[in-house]
């Protein structure tokens, strides 16, 4: 069983590593974005990293953008989607187990019910069946209801459906989206772009 992170939500400056990427269907790398913010809506640090367009590296990128950090300082992560850059599958247990840190993968949709038919039409049967098994372990998706009354899904580790929804609220200002993901989102495509250069 994964174990549960304490979370201190009522301490006025937690941080947390809000994830997101920007990348075209035409690109072989997408650009991955980081961004500390602390509950009190202050930004406190960037990380750029990069992983494959419907590869494999998803989990293991994630990982080494949370460590060029070389922050001890972080209370969670939240991440745009468990799904990245055109089926690039996310193990959010292994994640929240090596940092030892809740971890929440956000989305703001049902996840398309013929994923699973879309890998096996996209991928050889092996990369197929891995990322498959990656998908059954990430299970269904909760929709949870934010303070500002918008509804988000959400798949979560090492921290409780509750807990998630409580440490959410604490980072939306406004609309569905946490202020750690909206700005790691503007940070990778303002980054993408350059890097093409």
């Given at each position: ?12 400056a ?7 990427e920007?990348?075209?269907k ?7 974005a ?6 009190d ?12 367009v ?6 293991k990128?994630?990982?080494?953008l ?12 939240i ?21 030892e840190?809740?971890v929440?993968a ?7 019910s013929?994923?699973?038919a ?8 092996k ?5 498959i098994?990656?998908l ?5 998706a ?8 918008y509804d988000?899904?959400?798949r ?15 980072f ?8 750690p ?17």
């Open positions: 069983m994964l174990l549960l992170h304490s979370l201190h939500l009522e301490k006025k937690i941080r947390s590593l809000g994830v997101a920007s990348f075209r035409d690109q072989e790398i997408s650009t991955l980081g961004v500390v913010i602390r509950s809506l202050v930004i406190d640090g960037f990380a750029i990293g990069r992983l494959k419907s590869g494999s590296d998803a989990t990128s994630v990982l080494k949370y460590k060029d950090l070389e922050r001890n300082d972080v209370n969670a992560i991440i745009s989607g468990s799904v990245l850059s055109l089926y690039n599958v996310l193990d959010i247990d292994v994640i929240s187990e090596q940092l840190l809740p929440i956000l989305s703001f949709s049902k996840a398309a013929d994923l699973v879309n890998v096996r039409g996209r991928f050889s049967n990369v197929a069946s891995d990322k098994a990656l059954e372990k990430l299970g269904k909760e929709k949870i209801r934010l303070k500002t009354g988000v899904f959400v979560v580790a090492g921290i409780t459906q509750n807990v998630s929804t409580r440490l959410l609220d604490k939306t200002l406004q609309g569905a989206i946490p202020e993901i909206r700005v790691a989102r503007l940070l990778a495509k303002t980054i993408a772009p350059l890097r093409e250069k």
